[in-house]
């Protein structure tokens, strides 16, 4: 019997510039994920996901999310953005220890589900690692499990008003005192700081500069592409 993820529920945020990717992002999360509530969060209406709440497109970011979480019913979520594209079976089992973890150290913010970024960490165990707060990415954009509240506090206090401004939610994280960990098991390095995840097995990010990342996911990328019959050449490869 699969484990129980009790309380967690999907997020996704997007933008209509994206709109070629959903489907495709949205059948290989129902193939390949557990079956969760799901959300997503976007500037227009759209029958691909279940529960949309459309956000204002003049809003800063953190405005859009903030209104979006506003919606959200479970205490845990799974950060996710439309491009973060599954091509194998989540580790359920996994998925469950780390909502434990954060259900046994309320401390910890959030688990992220894939080692990335330029980080100092310290082993925890049972494969978790905690982020060292000096590292240049204790926030990061990547597929993690985080604690609603945590977030709606960050997100308040670093009030970034772009996406693509990752990096400026690190000094309100810091001035917050927030602590996180990341999932490890050794999994192989794919690209320049990050690293294959067994735990939630997703391209990231399928586009970089708006265009399909052929560089890093090429084999995983190409098949579903045909699938959904999308011109890799449209947007470009990089």
């Known amino acids: 019997m699969l484990p129980e993820l009790n309380n967690l529920a999907y997020v996704t945020y997007s933008h209509s510039n994206h709109a070629d990717v959903w489907q495709m992002y949205a059948d290989q999360l129902g193939k390949h994920a557990p079956k969760l509530p799901h959300y997503a969060f976007l500037d227009t ?21 903030l209104t979006g979480l506003e919606k959200v019913e479970e205490e845990y979520l799974v950060y996710l953005l439309e491009d973060f ?3 194998d079976d989540v580790n359920v089992a996994d998925m469950q220890k780390a909502l434990e973890f954060l259900e046994q150290y309320p401390e910890y913010s959030y688990v992220r589900l894939i080692r990335s970024g330029v980080i100092e960490s310290t082993s925890l165990g049972s494969g978790f690692y905690e982020i060292g707060s000096g590292s240049q990415n204790v926030y ?19 009030r970034v008003d772009w996406i693509r401004n990752e990096a400026e939610h690190d ?28 735990v939630f097995p997703y391209v990231s990010t399928a586009l970089v500069k708006g265009k399909w990342n052929f560089m890093e996911y090429q084999k995983e990328l190409e098949p579903l592409l045909q699938k959904y019959d999308i011109d890799a050449l449209t947007r470009g490869v990089f």
Not at 55 to 63: L, V
Not at 140 to 158: E, F, P
Not at 179 to 196: F, L, N, Q, S
Request: net charge neutral; aromatic share 16%; no cysteine.
């Open 45 to 65: 209406s759209s029958e691909v996901f279940e529960n949309v709440h459309v956000y204002k497109d003049e809003d800063p970011y953190y405005r859009q999310y």
């Open 140 to 158: 990061s954009m990547q597929a993690s499990i985080w604690r609603k509240d945590h977030l709606v506090k960050l997100y308040n206090t670093a």
């Open 171 to 198: 000094p309100a994280y810091r001035e917050l005192g927030m602590r996180g960990v990341y999932m490890y098991m050794g999994e192989p390095k794919r690209g320049m700081t990050h690293y294959d995840s067994s």
């Open 85 to 87: 594209i599954l091509y």
